[in-house]
């Protein structure tokens, strides 16, 4: 797929049997990608305003689908 346009494929012609069966796919990916971003914010916003500083990478795993996020 192309990556400015999902709907054609590499050489330009339209695919939408590829672009259909991956568009729920690529939105529940970003949807998880939202969350575990979101999460790391409040994790990190929390750890400040209880007087700490975080030294290290926050690193977490999705229990769904075992994706790491630091």
């Known amino acids: ?3 400015n346009n ?3 494929n590499n050489e330009g ?3 939408p049997t590829a672009f259909y069966g991956t568009k729920q796919i690529v939105k ?3 949807e998880t990608e939202r969350r575990a971003n979101e999460l790391i914010k ?3 916003f929390i750890i400040r305003s ?3 500083e975080l030294i290290e990478r926050v ?3 999705d229990t769904k689908t075992g994706k790491e996020f630091k």
Do not use: T
Request: glycine share 4%; aromatic share 20%; with cysteine.
């Open 1 to 3: 797929m192309n990556k």
């Open 6 to 8: 999902p709907y054609y």
């Open 13 to 15: 012609y339209a695919d």
């Open 28 to 30: 529940e990916e970003a």
């Open 42 to 44: 409040v994790l990190k």
């Open 50 to 52: 209880c007087g700490f």
């Open 59 to 61: 690193k977490i795993k």
